[in-house]
């Protein structure tokens, strides 16, 4: 035994990442494995997640386990109802896991845990009500009221991604049209550049635009106004003390937030009787829903709230 | 001394309607005065809900006083920042009348002492987690958190009206474009109506869908769409239990509710995989937001949560 804590696992569409967090959020170890593909038993997958925490488990003295996934989770945290790049379809992974490692499992939507992180240890640290928008692929989103995670009745609060932003508009795999993570994702970034004859995508691009090649920063302006008019919608709801926007594509920093805090300003209702609420970056980079999952577990598991 | 109760305000675009409410939310007595211009002075229109308050005092035992108004409210429930349709700009209602009345009073948003009392009396009753949208003119909103009034930062959550639906879209009051509530709401409903050739506005364009009119029930359908939209917007963003729809424009009901249900049982994310939240009716009428603001004033004032 070299250290103690819980261990959080991330499950994405590429890898299973899974790490030790002490309970200042630390990270003490780690240990990676690849996603098997979405057209794999679920079984596979869980396989994968119960080698990458035994590997932990073998090394650390581990208190409970929690694991961040894309998709809808219940509000129970025992089930996942869909995951989008996975097979997963109202699966009780959380009782299997628990019985195949012997720890307490807890399962949570990867947009959740990470806000958790970050209001734990990170970026929204001082507020008791916040928004966190992760930009990957799509748009994953959570709600922190009062100081803990929002769930709603089905453990679906924070799917900002899918709403509406123009009638008629882009397919999305929701099933839906117009949908806010069509115009403003990683995917979405992608596709305005290629629009205007660029081939790059991800960190490519981010880094394009970061050395001034004017397409790619085109392009990142483009998405950063869409995150103004969606960030616009959700503070008209929720009125929160901050926003925080995280995932891949937040690695363009201001490249992103400017035009996005401008289109903001310019559009904002009431925004000439309310204090702005900041729009900032996430701190903890691609651990957070990793790090927010053990943490949520184990504080469910030694009954901290 | 006839009766014993809490005093609700509604200071509406053309009516200051004061009601006493007893703590089962029955009103007892009601006094009316007729809205000062909104170029009027503050403290006029503060003469006039004095005026219609004192009327009640003089026949009741008033514990409290509590003041709904189509506005943004500071989350202190103290003062009023803006009003559409009154002159008050950063005003400290709450203050001036409690001085002038000796009475404790309170200062709320309209739509959420709506939805306060139908969470208290009402449609809402059995939910710790709702949201109202009541349909006027505009569109107000209001959202209930585990049982509680969420105000946010600054006292302005719920505007849900100005979440922006169509980019470039008409513009609005508010300085925007394309919000929901120039879509949504009884202005849309006879501007709809007109450019189908009716003349139509108001409880005359219900009737004359209810009676079958098609011109009227057409633009009773494209509010409902809008409706249905902007409905599985809030739900994507926060899963509530129960969406309460009331304000003038809902007394048309299945007329209303039948195409929004219909758009959103097509468009809304996950829907193969939640419970759906009820799309209900309010059933308080148009008192809600004095019965509510009344017993808001009430538990405030006697300690209760």
């Not at 992180?117 to 009221?145: K, P, S």
């Not at 970034?189 to 081939?199: D, I, K, M, T, Y």
């Not at 184990?298 to 009954?303: F, P």
């Amino acid at each position: 035994m070299t250290g103690a804590g819980a261990v959080g696992v991330d499950v994405g569409g590429s890898k299973v990442v899974a790490v030790l967090v002490d309970d200042s959020g630390v990270v003490g170890d780690r240990a990676n494995r690849v996603t098997p593909e979405r057209t794999t038993r679920p079984r596979v997958v869980e396989d994968v997640i119960v080698e990458a925490v035994r590997a932990l488990v073998s090394r650390h003295d581990v208190q409970a386990v929690g694991v961040g996934a894309a998709g809808f989770v219940d509000r129970s945290q025992q089930r996942v109802m869909f995951a989008p790049h996975l097979s997963w379809r109202d699966e009780p992974l959380a009782g299997r896991l628990s019985q195949r490692l012997g720890h307490p499992v807890l399962v949570d939507n990867d947009a959740n845990a990470a806000l958790w992180a970050e209001h734990r240890f990170g970026a929204a640290r001082r507020a008791g009500n916040a928004v966190m928008i992760t930009l990957g692929t799509g748009i994953g989103g959570a709600l922190l009221v009062d100081g803990a995670i929002y769930r709603g009745l089905n453990g679906m609060a924070g799917e900002f991604g899918h709403m509406q932003v123009v009638p008629g508009g882009r397919p999305c795999e929701c099933g839906g049209t117009g949908c806010w993570e069509q115009y403003c994702s990683g995917k979405a970034l992608a596709r305005f550049a290629r629009e205007a004859g660029s081939e790059l995508a991800g960190p490519d691009l981010t880094n394009a635009a970061q050395a001034g090649d004017p397409v790619a920063s085109g392009a990142f302006d483009e998405v950063g106004r869409w995150l103004g008019v969606g960030v616009g919608n959700v503070i008209a709801a929720l009125d929160p003390e901050l926003v925080v926007i995280g995932g891949g594509v937040s690695a363009a920093g201001e490249l992103l937030l400017d035009p996005a805090r401008s289109s903001l300003s310019e559009t904002l209702v009431g925004r000439r009787f309310r204090e702005m609420p900041a729009l900032v970056a996430a701190e903890l980079g691609p651990l957070a829903g990793a790090i927010g999952a053990a943490d949520l577990a184990r504080r469910a598991a030694t009954g901290a709230r």
